[in-house]
């Protein structure tokens, strides 16, 4: 049973436990200190790290994420174990280094990724809702363009050192980071900052990382799957998500149907939608929310560590051009950006079908 | 949603990509497309400045005056929201932000329809994640 839960999981139930758990350890950090409804979010966290790592100089949003560092370890232990670790690449990483950093500047005017959608929605927030309803309809659309044949070139195997990179470089700044070094920026006292303890922090980083490599767990690829295929297994674990962190939240006095006082949101619903939708276009024609891009990094799809990459640098860039949403609203900068991102996607939608 | 294939395809995403440019375009002449919302606001009264305004019109008792300062001085040093900070504004400005809330929502208060959502500011910035 254990087996086929965490080693294999296939069957809806299987994947609703996993679904489940992610969504209760991500309502756990939270409880223990992380900031509210950022238990997991891919593009909070590296919005932190690089922080941490002086791409920007904001104190208030500079933590190196032991959460984000355990993700890529506990996805490459678990597809090396599995022996799934393959590297390949070469289906065009510009393209998805691009689309990385249109995700990533959409999930920041959004305040948070596909995840923290959940996330926030459980919580009660009407603008997460809105952002998650949005979500949705991007991965509707674009699953349009991918019955239309949209694609990439075929990945093709690439040498193993290179797939490697990427975890050594997370164990090396795992250690460093434990070590209380100051070689990171200061972690400053900010809201954005507010942590749970490192360790704990680690070790769940590592199970999202491991349980999301075993189970695929993807919120834009779940709706992706039910709308293309009507196979709702994948859509079982991110329901799941949603209702144990929607059930958590309401017994411990978390859950608080609003929308002007969301914590840490902008009431903007429109931008909100937009945003979002914009990020489940793009997360489906580049193959992955934020949280997957990293797990597929882990495993060796180096074009996926383009996307990656990608994001770290809009993740600098959304600071210091000031293009990231905050509860006083949706920055024009983050307006364009969006709208910027709508054209890349939709440019190569058309551009690529019949490419694959 | 089957017949939207090939050319057809091709010429909704042109027409949206028309239309997200021409959206920009507004965008970026109807703003300062580069105006950073909370952090470096260089000019005008410091956040100390704003807080002693703000103080002196709840003395008042002009909750709308009080409130766009406090909005002020978070906007140029969001830490004083933060509960975790030494910079806090205390336990005591959290209860009263709370209250001026409700107040204003049930019409306790006479203010102008702007106290509300700058309230509603201050609470979501004091409960607030990462933004």
């Known amino acids: 049973m254990i087996?086929?839960?965490?080693?294999?999981?296939?069957?809806?139930?299987?994947?609703?436990?996993?679904?489940?758990?992610?969504?209760?350890?991500?309502?756990?950090?939270?409880?223990?200190?992380?900031?509210?409804?950022?238990?997991?979010?891919?593009?909070?966290f590296l919005v932190n790290v690089a922080g941490a790592l002086h791409m920007h100089a904001k104190s208030s949003q500079s933590y190196l994420r032991p959460e984000l560092l355990g993700i890529v370890l506990g996805a490459f232990f678990a597809a090396f174990s599995s022996r799934e670790f393959r590297v390949r690449g070469g289906s065009s990483p510009a393209l998805h280094f691009v689309g990385g950093a249109f995700i990533l500047l959409g999930c920041e005017v959004f305040i948070g990724c596909p995840i923290k959608a959940l996330l926030r929605t459980a919580g009660g927030g009407g603008a997460g809702a809105a952002g998650l309803l949005g979500l949705a309809a991007g991965v509707a659309f674009a699953a349009i363009f991918l019955r239309d044949g949209f694609g990439f070139r075929e990945k093709t195997t690439i040498p193993e050192t290179a797939g490697l990179a990427l975890p050594a470089i997370a164990f090396l700044l795992l250690f460093a980071a434990s070590m209380n070094t100051d070689l990171f920026a200061a972690t400053g006292i900010g809201v954005g900052a507010?942590?749970?303890?490192?360790?704990?922090?680690?070790?769940?980083?590592?199970?999202?990382?491991?349980?999301?490599?075993?189970?695929?767990?993807?919120?834009?690829?779940?709706?992706?799957?039910?709308?293309?295929?009507?196979?709702?297994?994948?859509?079982?674990?991110?329901?799941?998500f949603l209702a144990v962190a929607l059930l958590l939240n309401v017994a411990l006095g978390n859950f608080h149907p609003t929308v002007t006082l969301e914590p840490g949101a902008h009431t903007d619903l429109a931008w909100a939608f937009l945003a979002m939708a914009m990020v489940g276009f793009g997360a489906i024609l580049i193959s992955g929310c934020p949280f997957r891009q990293l797990v597929l990094a882990s495993t060796g799809d180096m074009d996926a560590a383009a996307a990656v990459a990608g994001m770290l640098?809009?993740?600098?860039?959304?600071?210091?051009?000031?293009?990231?949403?905050?509860?006083?609203?949706?920055?024009?900068?983050?307006?364009?950006?969006?709208?910027?991102?709508?054209?890349?996607?939709?440019?190569?939608?058309?551009?690529?079908?019949?490419?694959? | 949603?089957?017949?939207?294939?090939?050319?057809?395809?091709?010429?909704?995403?042109?027409?949206?990509?028309?239309?997200?440019?021409?959206?920009?375009?507004?965008?970026?002449?109807?703003?300062?497309?580069?105006?950073?919302?909370?952090?470096g606001l260089p000019d005008g009264p410091s956040a100390d400045e704003h807080l002693s305004r703000a103080r002196a019109a709840e003395i008042k008792g002009d909750v709308t005056e009080a409130l766009v300062h406090y909005r002020e001085a978070v906007m140029r040093r969001p830490r004083i929201v933060d509960r975790r900070s030494p910079e806090f504004l205390g336990a005591d400005f959290e209860v009263k932000v709370r209250t001026w809330i409700s107040e204003l929502r049930k019409g306790g208060i006479s203010a102008a329809p702007a106290?509300?959502?700058?309230?509603s500011f201050l609470f979501r910035r004091m409960y607030g994640g990462c933004g």
């Open chain 1, 3 to 44: 087996r086929k839960v965490f080693a294999y999981p296939e069957s809806a139930g299987a994947l609703a436990v996993l679904g489940g758990l992610f969504g209760a350890v991500a309502v756990g950090l939270t409880v223990l200190g992380n900031p509210a409804s950022s238990g997991l979010c891919a593009s909070c």
């Open chain 1, 194 to 240: 507010n942590h749970a303890p490192f360790v704990v922090s680690a070790v769940a980083g590592i199970f999202f990382g491991a349980a999301g490599q075993r189970s695929r767990f993807c919120v834009t690829g779940s709706i992706k799957t039910a709308v293309l295929a009507r196979d709702f297994r994948e859509g079982a674990g991110t329901v799941a």
């Open chain 1, 313 to 356: 640098l809009a993740a600098s860039l959304s600071v210091t051009l000031g293009i990231g949403s905050s509860p006083a609203g949706v920055a024009p900068a983050g307006k364009l950006a969006v709208l910027a991102g709508w054209i890349f996607f939709l440019g190569m939608g058309v551009r690529q079908r019949g490419a694959a």
């Open chain 2, 1 to 39: 949603m089957d017949r939207l294939t090939g050319k057809r395809l091709t010429a909704l995403g042109v027409v949206l990509i028309a239309l997200a440019a021409a959206a920009a375009v507004f965008v970026a002449v109807s703003a300062d497309p580069l105006e950073v919302r909370e952090a």
């Open chain 2, 115 to 119: 106290a509300l959502r700058d309230a």
